[in-house]
């Protein structure tokens, strides 16, 4: 890739810099210092890019082709599910080194990771793997610490603040809020369309998301029924 600094345009939204990929971009995560976490598709790694957009070559690229990625809240930590390796790669985002991995090569298709507001717990959800489930790891242990069966299809989920509930969509238009401390489902609510792009508002009170599907919609729910 190469950067350039982009001086044809002024004010709030003005480009300061635009980078050229010879790679397909999977997902991509802002870790400390304005650094960005990128998943490259055909070389099948993770690169770092300063905020020149330039690759820096002193983080240690991390092969595999990386399907999920969450930050911890201080972007210290990088998980990322790895289903080339089938494993999930606690990852320094200074370095590159990978910490630990939980071997997940009995949890077939996760492809979205969440975590819990104290880091114990990591949540996976998984797309197109019969049974479709929500897995919970146990982050000190590696292990399996409980899991639910939803549905086939489940498409991305958001963990509240206080770390009680967890809200996960699904393509046929479900929504589902699941207890933590039950690991129950204790609310289901069914709308229109493959259900993504999940955010809470700041106090919680209402779930925002959208279908990016033919019934493109945008939808906003009351979380407290």
């Known amino acids: 890739s190469y950067a350039q600094t982009?001086?044809?345009?002024?004010?709030?939204?003005?480009?300061?810099?635009?980078?050229?990929?010879?790679?397909?971009?999977?997902?991509?995560?802002?870790?400390?210092?304005?650094?960005?976490?990128?998943?490259?598709?055909?070389?099948?790694?993770?690169?770092?890019?300063?905020?020149?957009?330039?690759?820096?070559?002193?983080?240690?690229?991390?092969?595999?082709?990386?399907?999920?990625m969450v930050l911890t809240a201080d972007h210290n930590t990088l998980y990322a599910h790895d289903s080339e390796s089938k494993k999930i790669k606690q990852i320094n985002t200074a370095t590159g080194a990978i910490d630990a991995e939980i071997d997940v090569t009995d949890y077939p298709r996760i492809t979205t990771l969440a975590l819990s507001p104290d880091a114990s717990q990591l949540y996976a959800i998984t797309y197109g793997q019969a049974p479709g489930k929500l897995y919970?790891?146990?982050?000190?242990?590696?292990?399996?610490?409980?899991?639910?069966?939803?549905?086939?299809?489940?498409?991305?989920?958001?963990?509240?603040?206080?770390?009680?509930?967890?809200?996960?969509?699904e393509r046929e238009g479900k929504l589902y809020r699941v207890d933590t401390a039950t690991?129950?489902?204790?609310?289901?609510?069914?709308?229109?369309?493959?259900?993504?792009?999940?955010?809470?508002s700041p106090d919680e009170?209402?779930?925002y998301l959208?279908?990016?599907d033919s019934s493109e919609q945008l939808y906003r729910v009351n979380t407290s029924n």
């Open 183 to 200: 690991f129950t489902v204790e609310h289901t609510k069914t709308l229109k369309g493959t259900l993504n792009a999940l955010k809470l």
């Open 136 to 169: 919970a790891f146990d982050i000190a242990t590696g292990s399996l610490s409980s899991s639910i069966q939803l549905s086939l299809y489940l498409t991305d989920l958001i963990v509240t603040s206080d770390g009680s509930k967890i809200y996960i969509g």
């Open 205 to 207: 009170s209402t779930l």
């Open 210 to 212: 959208i279908s990016n």
């Open 6 to 68: 982009d001086t044809s345009s002024t004010g709030i939204c003005a480009v300061s810099h635009s980078a050229f990929l010879t790679d397909r971009p999977i997902q991509h995560v802002i870790a400390n210092d304005d650094q960005l976490l990128i998943a490259m598709l055909n070389s099948l790694n993770l690169q770092r890019y300063n905020d020149a957009l330039q690759v820096d070559n002193s983080f240690a690229n991390i092969a595999g082709y990386f399907q999920g």
